[in-house]
């Protein structure tokens, strides 16, 4: 792709082109994109950001692709800074290769493995091989001693990892399925990689997440895909695949882990899980036409309270910066002018301005420092944890705002 972004015309899944638009964000600065010192003089760049349904095969789907080069070349997201997220995938990882691997020699690939958190825990039970195309990413991952191939997965790369490794057992990629646009050629790779008796396994966001919590700041340039099962099954089918198990994950919003192979027997979950959605209606464009008003009303309550506070002269930061808090903060323009700075554990995001709003971003011990009266929890995934972890800071009377699934004060 040589343009920074193209308007695809027909579904990335089936190929039809009968869509309906059910949410249109506008121009928005990339999620991830956040800004040096020395970017700040320059204007944002932006695309457009429009979520359609299709109507031929359910899935909800961007058709504005930004390239995957700007996207993820260089990455400033790491597993590794995330607690919750390194004991989630640190269980995965023990729970998959006591299932599916049996020698020592069988082979446990992850595509999109970033920092290799999941594999750094397996890595004396199996060979391990990392898929990373974030540069910067990959080599943290090769500091870990976890051999990692630098490029962006297709079929064309799975045709040669299996010359060169074999087949693999176990085939990894946890929030990813959501990131690659040609996904017909992930699929396509994957169904190389697993050979006769292989499994992949992923962990994407669902779709429910947005029509049932209204979270509507999982949207943004990065997340092509917002599946459901339905949707999900249309895709894979059409790899000779099937998706033999499935089980809901809470870890960003609702999620799900999502078990395909060839010709395994399909268990109950699979069936039950399809016909739940069916029951919420995600097979129907019906069921996603009043998701605008539900986020138009997230942005009325949540600007409501932060004028009020800043009325009050409260001072006022966010916690975290993750891709989604940039959704949310510049489509209810939330700026440097209403939240003074954000703390991030991730060391990649310190000293960085978040993209279009021109929030400073520091390490955590400046909340400590500050003491603001609020701060608005931007990484509402680890709400449990987080508030836990701020145990101190809250006693101390720092009230956190916490914007999904609806706005409250705690
Ligand atoms: P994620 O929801 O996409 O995983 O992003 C969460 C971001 O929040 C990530 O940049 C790390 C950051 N974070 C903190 O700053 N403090 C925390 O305690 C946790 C759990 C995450
Ligand atoms: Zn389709």
């Not at 597993?79 to 390194?86: E, R």
């Not at 998959?96 to 691997?101: A, C, T, V, Y």
Request: glycine letters at 6%; charged letters at 25%; one cysteine or more.
């Amino acid at each position: 792709m040589n343009k920074d972004f193209i308007h695809k015309t027909l579904c990335h899944s089936c190929e039809q082109s009968n869509f309906a638009e059910i949410l249109n964000l506008g121009e928005m600065p990339l999620a991830n994109s956040f800004l040096e010192e020395k970017d700040l003089d320059e204007p944002d760049k932006k695309f457009p950001l429009v979520v359609y349904f299709c109507k031929d095969c359910g899935l909800v789907q961007l058709l504005d692709v930004v390239n995957p080069e700007i996207l993820f070349s260089n990455y400033d997201y790491l597993t590794s800074a995330s607690k919750p997220l390194v004991e989630h995938f640190t269980k995965m990882g023990g729970d998959l290769s006591g299932k599916f691997i049996k020698s020592k020699n069988d082979l446990f690939i992850e595509i999109g493995g970033n920092d290799a958190v999941l594999l750094n825990a397996i890595k004396n039970k199996c060979r391990v091989l990392n898929i990373e195309p974030a540069k910067n990413v990959a080599e943290i991952s090769r500091q870990k001693g976890i051999e990692t191939i630098n490029e962006f997965f297709n079929k064309e790369l799975a045709e040669k990892i299996v010359k060169k490794y074999g087949n693999a057992k176990v085939v990894v990629a946890n929030n990813v399925m959501a990131h690659i646009a040609d996904i017909k050629s992930v699929f396509g790779g994957i169904r190389v990689l697993i050979g006769k008796d292989g499994v992949f396994v992923f962990e994407v966001h669902r779709v429910s997440d947005l029509i049932e919590e209204g979270n509507f700041d999982q949207i943004y340039h990065e997340h092509l895909f917002y599946y459901s099962l339905f949707a999900l099954n249309n895709l894979i089918r059409q790899f000779g695949l099937d998706i033999f198990d499935v089980e809901p994950i809470h870890m960003h919003g609702q999620s799900m882990r999502v078990f395909v192979g060839k010709d395994k027997p399909i268990s109950k979950s699979v069936t039950e899980f399809l016909e739940k959605e069916k029951d919420i209606g995600l097979d129907k464009l019906d069921t996603f036409l009043n998701f605008s008003e539900k986020v138009e009303k997230r942005k009325i309550e949540l600007t409501n309270l932060l004028d009020n506070l800043k009325k009050q002269n409260k001072r006022i930061v966010g916690y975290g910066a993750p891709a989604k808090g940039n959704t949310l903060l510049n489509y209810f323009q939330i700026d440097n002018k209403i939240l003074d700075f954000l703390t991030d554990t991730t060391p990649l995001k310190q000293g960085l301005y978040t993209p279009g709003t021109r929030i400073p971003i520091f390490h955590p011990d400046k909340l400590k420092e500050m003491k603001p009266d609020y701060v608005l929890l931007l990484a509402w995934n680890y709400a449990d944890a987080i508030l836990e972890k701020e145990k101190e800071l809250r006693e101390q009377g720092v009230k956190f705002i916490i914007p999904a699934p609806f706005v409250r004060v705690v």
